[in-house]
């Protein structure tokens, strides 16, 4: 068996952006959370952000099970809202519920093109693709947009 954990790319969830107040705190504890689930030797596939995010997840959290294990750290599109790092695009619903099916082991997946566009990182989710398909149906920890950017936090036990 193969543990799969998906995670946001978020620097927020970094210590050195921590602040009185946590804007995060449901995110952090549903990453925390899963990341804890994978076995003990974890394989980061990340852009260059969402590595230093994966790797204060890991160097965070306690795993004792011995299973096969990949944190993917990607986001959907960052253009939900018009107070989102790349203001309002409406293309970002669609393609990010299109991306929602292609995690759920439908459809197809995301458009690089579209995704660039929206500002999703997508390097994660090219990475899961290339490394554990097919992965069927996630358990879903997180699924919002707080900020104005698609996160999920899910997590797959792939044979």
Same mark, same amino acid.
Do not use: I
């Given at each position: ?41 974890? +394989?980061? @596939? *990340?852009?260059?952000? &969402?590595?230093?995010?994966? =790797?204060?997840? !890991? ?5 004792? $099970? ?50 660039? +566009?929206? @500002? *999703?990182?997508?390097? &994660?989710?090219?990475?899961? =693709?290339?490394? !554990? ?5 996630? $358990? ?20």
């Amino acid at each position: 068996m193969t543990r799969v954990v998906l995670v946001p790319g978020v620097l927020a969830l970094l210590p050195e952006y921590a602040g009185l107040d946590d804007p995060v705190a449901e995110l952090r504890s549903a990453c925390l959370a899963a990341v804890a689930w994978l076995g003990r030797d974890v +394989e980061v @596939l *990340a852009d260059d952000q &969402g590595a230093r995010v994966g =790797a204060y997840l !890991v160097d965070a959290t306690t795993r004792s $099970v011995d299973e096969e294990s990949y944190l993917v750290v990607a986001n959907g599109s960052a253009r939900r809202t018009e107070k989102a790092p790349g203001h309002l695009d409406e293309r970002s619903f669609a393609f990010d519920a299109g991306l929602r099916e292609w995690l759920s082991g439908r459809g197809s997946p995301p458009d690089p093109v579209l995704g660039e +566009e929206l @500002l *999703a990182s997508l390097t &994660g989710f090219t990475l899961m =693709a290339e490394r !554990v398909a097919p992965w069927g149906s996630p $358990v879903v920890d997180f699924d919002d947009d707080p900020f104005g950017v698609q996160y999920w936090v899910m997590r797959w036990q792939v044979r």
